[in-house]
């Protein structure tokens, strides 16, 4: 042992130490990071900072939220100014959101993600969302049955994702959707409402990397089923019977069971035609009226011609907003290079011709007539 003794301080004095480490005792955590363009065009940055307080009828803590916020010309300006105010250091390596106002949308988001992508400390598994009017806002809220906004809000998404109202994605899988000239991304579009609480109310839809417009709920679940991205629910409320007396029964509500999507992109003297058809297998929820298959004959027919003119209307309102969230121009650059290089790389979109057919056939009817 006593020979080992010389070899074991040689060894120690080789050993490096833990020369990059982050101390938690030191960190402040965030969860949400918010982006907002002030009135002089300057950058704000929000963050949500969650706080643990001892609960007073017991030896369990609660977590609650605290919000800061600061203007800057980046967002590494900012969040400096936002470290002056607190004690300790910001830390985004546990941050599950990332939202944008409107108007900070509408100029672009990559640039305010450059400095997430560059530090790899910071979290990829954060969710991005685009946020009706300023997204600061939104984490000043003070939900009733869950303390933490960040989780509150989290849970929301959660939820849509699984009802099919927005896609399942994070930063990191958003990351080459965004630098692709032939495939646009659409985002969560969320509000406050009256009871100041967060609601997901559809998708945002971008052009290249901005802000161009926004679907609601039910046209946003379709437009995921035309992208075949669907979730674990799709449900939908249509109009099927004229009842003066009985408003509810004008309505049939149902969820889909299974689908096939087949979309199909030609070329024809340099004009892009693609047609999509989407049939959906579904399962009646309710239907007040009564016996659904003594219908089904004309509740399949109905519910597949007002389906494929939904379709037809929500791909009109995504070319307006020149949202290629099909990858079209992907599908162009790969297999029509030739193409692809006489289109208007930016209005592109716009003018491709688009043949869609939805449909919708009843399997299940409950246990019921």
Known sequence: MKGKKPILLVLCLLLTGCWDQHLMKNAVLVQILSFDLTSKEELLLGVSIPVIEESS???????????????????????????????????TS?????????????TGIYSSLDVIWRDPRNSLGATLGVV???????LGIKPKHETNVSEYIQDALTSAEENSVIPSQTIQTLASEMIDPGEDTVLPFLKMNKKKSAVVVGLALMDDKKYSGNLPPQESTLLLLLENRKGKNARFTKKVNNDDQHVVNEYISFNVQDMKRKLKVQVKNREVFVSINLDLKISVEEYPKGDVPKDIERLNKLLSKE??????????KIQQANCDAFGIGRRLIAFHPKTWEVHDKKDYFKNIKFNTIVKAEIIKHGIVR
Request: glycine share 10%; aromatic share 4%; net charge negative.
């Open 132 to 138: 009706e009017g300023e997204a600061v806002d939104l």
């Open 94 to 106: 546990k941050n599950k959101l990332i939202l944008f106002g409107e108007r900070m949308a509408g």
């Open 57 to 91: 009828g017991g030896p369990q803590a609660m977590v609650k939220s605290e919000t800061f916020s600061a203007s800057g010309h980046t967002p590494r300006d900012s969040r400096l100014k936002i470290d002056r105010e607190i004690a300790g250091v910001l830390d």
């Open 307 to 316: 389906l494929t003119e939904d379709a037809k209307q929500i791909i009109t």
